[in-house]
């Protein structure tokens, strides 16, 4: 294992090398439709935690023929956490991790009006090309020109 360490490239940030770990191992073993549940809180910065396991979150994603096809989760309705959450990821944004979310002020001043219990669910349509056409990377079924290669 420790093999696998030293040949990944920066930014080793916690929530990038869980991200890559279970990219490696879990998600390509997931060939019929599979969810993948309660990921870590450190991976889901805008969902709300478990209500049994704080660690976790309120998320899942489905795979099917190895392809992430959607992502839903209960989203994180308080202010103060949201804020805490996105700092941590500036951190992370900041070590290099593009993937990491920058510190949205104006997101968190509208949650302090007031959110009440919401879901998101993504299913996108280029996604479900892609499981309908068996492609391997999504710029080969995006419309957008300038999003190809």
């Given at each position: 294992?420790?093999?696998?360490?030293?040949?990944?490239?920066?930014?080793?940030?916690?929530?990038?090398?869980?991200?890559?770990?279970?990219?490696?191992?879990?998600?390509?073993?997931?060939?019929?439709?599979?969810?993948?549940i309660?990921?870590?809180?450190?991976?889901?910065?805008?969902?709300?935690?478990?209500?049994?396991?704080?660690?976790?979150?309120?998320?899942?994603?489905?795979?099917?023929?190895?392809?992430?096809?959607c992502?839903?989760y209960?989203?994180?309705?308080?202010?103060?956490?949201?804020?805490?959450?996105?700092?941590?990821?500036?951190?992370?944004?900041?070590?290099?991790?593009?993937?990491?979310?920058?510190?949205?002020?104006?997101?968190?001043?509208?949650?302090?009006?007031?959110?009440?219990p919401?879901?998101?669910?993504?299913?996108?349509?280029?996604?479900?090309?892609?499981?309908?056409?068996d492609?391997?990377?999504?710029?080969?079924?995006?419309?957008?020109?300038?999003m190809?290669?």
């Open positions: 294992m420790q093999e696998v360490w030293c040949q990944m490239p920066p930014p080793q940030t916690t929530s990038w090398l869980l991200d890559k770990l279970v990219g490696h191992f879990l998600e390509k073993t997931c060939v019929n439709p599979t969810f993948i309660n990921h870590p809180l450190i991976m889901s910065p805008l969902a709300k935690w478990h209500r049994q396991k704080p660690v976790l979150t309120e998320r899942f994603e489905l795979f099917i023929n190895k392809h992430e096809v992502n839903a209960t989203e994180l309705n308080d202010p103060v956490v949201q804020y805490e959450r996105f700092a941590e990821q500036l951190k992370d944004r900041h070590s290099g991790d593009e993937e990491a979310m920058a510190l949205d002020e104006a997101f968190c001043t509208a949650l302090e009006s007031g959110l009440p919401t879901a998101g669910w993504g299913l996108g349509i280029d996604r479900l090309t892609m499981l309908l056409t492609s391997l990377n999504i710029k080969d079924v995006i419309l957008f020109p300038a190809k290669p």
